[in-house]
């Protein structure tokens, strides 16, 4: 003689759809809200690592630390020859230069002939240019990439980072974070 089977509660054949309609939803929540990708520095609000640059061009001294530490802020830009959105940025960098913002540029693994020719076509708002063949600045100030931007305090201190480039509806933020970076 068998016994009767034990007969699934009614709910059961529902919990599949049910788990499918859950995972749908999650997918769905993250195509409309993805995580945001940026790579922060942890140096905002610290003082700049300590750095000696060499001159990226022939014709203006290279960089280092030390510089930022004049009293008054300095824009840190970080850029290459061979990077697109350099090339977008470019006429942002030269209203902030013609506006009286002083800017600083690093140029990562680049050659001079590169950055020459760079500078001749997209414009020069640089009154230095240190070369950082290696990256290494480029990692100490916690940068992810190019170009990124930093706002520096006359005492050398990181106050802002701006990752990617400027845009034109940018630079007034930029010019703000100056302001609040030189009280």
Same mark, same amino acid.
């Given at each position: ?35 945001? $990708? ?7 609000? $610290? ?72 500078? $001749? ?63």
């Amino acid at each position: 003689m068998s016994e009767p089977s034990a007969k699934a509660p009614r709910w059961a054949i529902w919990l599949p759809l049910a788990l499918f309609v859950a995972f749908v939803a999650l997918v769905m929540l993250g195509l409309y809200r993805p995580a945001d $990708k940026t790579v922060a520095s942890t140096l905002v609000g $610290k003082p700049m690592p300590a750095f000696s640059l060499p001159a990226a061009l022939p014709d203006r001294p290279g960089l280092n630390s030390a510089d930022m530490a004049d009293g008054k802020p300095h824009l840190v830009n970080i850029f290459a020859s061979w990077c697109i959105p350099c090339r977008v940025e470019a006429p942002q960098l030269g209203a902030l230069a013609r506006a009286g913002v002083p800017i600083e540029g690093i140029s990562v693994r680049d050659s001079t002939e590169a950055l020459q020719g760079f500078l $001749k076509e997209n414009g020069d708002p640089y009154k230095r240019v240190g070369a950082d063949d290696d990256g290494k600045v480029q990692l100490a100030l916690g940068s992810s990439g190019v170009p990124e931007t930093y706002v520096i305090d006359g005492k050398g201190v990181i106050r802002y980072q701006h990752i990617g480039e400027i845009r034109p509806d940018q630079i007034p933020l930029i010019l703000e974070k100056l302001k609040e970076a030189s009280q």
